[in-house]
């Protein structure tokens, strides 16, 4: 089945600092999306975003889906910022199946 | 507009006993998900629901595990019995339709022991 992989898999910044999450594919997605799971467990959605490039305050990701990779990119962070961060798409072909990533742990430190 | 809601947000059982999750998904959500998080993991699809009929059910233990949306709105999803391997957070999504952005619900927490 299809592989998404992270990187990295763990991070800690100070707050203020940028950062870069990647997402890979071993094969072609539709559809994909960035959610970050808080401390206390909700997954909460960032972009749905199939393609191109996205923004929402702090907050932007890019996919090119020609190259099967997605990135997030997280300026200024702020402790709240905390969780963990998975990319989801679904297999190109038949299903229907969200195929989630191994996921980025980031810690935001004040 | 509401979000997805599901119900208890823990739940603490004994090996071999039951226990049952409900999950209201956004109102209009033709299509319902219930995945299990097992800690360290990202979510896994257990069954997922078109309406009222289950598109998907390839990854649920059935043996145990059981799932109904009756009027194509509300879901329960049943363990009987649980092991110990079911603890997990297991999470509900809904979406407009298939292939469509996922909503997920804050989930409930499952410890069995």
């Known amino acids: 089945g299809i592989q998404v992989e992270q990187s990295p898999p763990d991070l800690i910044l100070q707050e203020g600092a940028n950062s870069t999450l990647r997402c890979n594919f071993s094969?072609?997605?539709?559809?994909l999306q960035w959610f970050h799971q808080n401390p206390w467990g909700q997954l909460i959605n960032l972009f749905y975003i199939p393609s191109g490039t996205k923004q929402n305050g702090r907050l932007s990701a890019t996919t090119v889906a020609t190259e099967r990779y997605s990135l997030l990119y997280i300026s200024s962070s702020q402790t709240t910022d905390s969780g963990v961060y998975f990319c989801a798409g679904f297999p190109g072909g038949a299903t229907n199946k969200l195929i989630f990533g191994t996921g980025t742990l980031l810690a935001v430190q004040p | 507009e509401a979000g997805v809601a599901q119900s208890p947000r823990y739940k603490i059982i004994e090996k071999r006993q039951s226990v049952a999750f409900w999950c209201n998904p956004i109102s209009g959500h033709a299509t319902l998900y219930w995945y299990q998080q097992i800690l360290g993991q990202g979510p896994k699809l257990l069954i997922q629901f078109q309406n009222n009929g289950v598109v998907d059910d390839s990854q649920l233990p059935k043996d145990r595990f059981s799932a109904e949306r009756l009027k194509g709105v509300d879901s329960t999803l049943k363990i009987q019995p649980a092991k110990l391997e079911d603890s997990a957070v297991y999470l509900c999504?809904?979406?407009?339709?298939?292939?469509?952005?996922?909503?997920f619900g804050p989930g409930t927490r499952l410890t069995v022991t």
């Open positions: 094969d072609s997605v539709n559809n």
């Open positions: 999504a809904s979406s407009p339709g298939e292939g469509y952005e996922q909503y």
